[in-house]
């Protein structure tokens, strides 16, 4: 949701910049204080390099247009996007510390499954808070299903349900601070995305990061099997 908050004031790329960036470190620095989870120096720079090569491809390419009120907001909406993704995946760490404890072992897709729940009631409890506000009330809805239906069970598909299953299936068995790093890659794949779909050409600039934070992402997995 407050990404969702974000998009609209800050632009998708600083949006995006601020929740998978500031994600990654805040979550490690919670698990290592929280569940005493330690990386290694070289898995800290190799996180580093993924999150540098992504700062580089996404940083927006012009000063913000908008107001000086709505940036800021959208700045604490970014903030506040990257400390639930941080705080949710640490959360979902410490889950799997009491499952195991417990003898009551859970997948990927049975978390991916309890978070919807959770995502639901908020989304629930959002709607009707704003359903009847000056700016939404009274105007006639026109919602296009025909033509969004495939898009939208194409997106609850790839996302909250493969995707987020594989997130939590990584996060079992890997500290937060190593998963969000690369988690944090994703943005790059809509660049080439919307190269083969939209014909964006993607910028010099943004090939260049995508190039730094893949390479940081191989040399972490290669540390890791070096171990």
Known sequence: MSLFGALPRIGPRLAILLTQCLAAPVAALVEW???????????????AVILVGVAFALAPDHGSEVDPRTFRIGILFGIGSALGQAFGAVLSRKANEVAALTHFPID????????????LLMTVIAFLL???TP????????????K????VVGNALAGPTIGVGCYQWALKTTPSGIVLPIVATSPLVTIVLSFFIDGIRPTRR???????????AVALKWMQNAR
């Open 148 to 151: 969004a239906w495939p898009a």
């Open 108 to 119: 990927g897709g049975t978390a991916a499954y309890q978070r919807l729940i959770g995502g």
């Open 135 to 146: 700016e939404n009330a009274g105007q006639p809805r026109q919602l296009p299903w025909r």
């Open 130 to 132: 704003t359903k009847r």
């Open 33 to 47: 204080w929280w569940l005493g989870s330690t990386l290694r120096p070289v898995d800290l720079l190799c996180a």
């Open 206 to 216: 943004a090939v260049t990061g995508g190039l730094v934070a893949v390479a940081g």
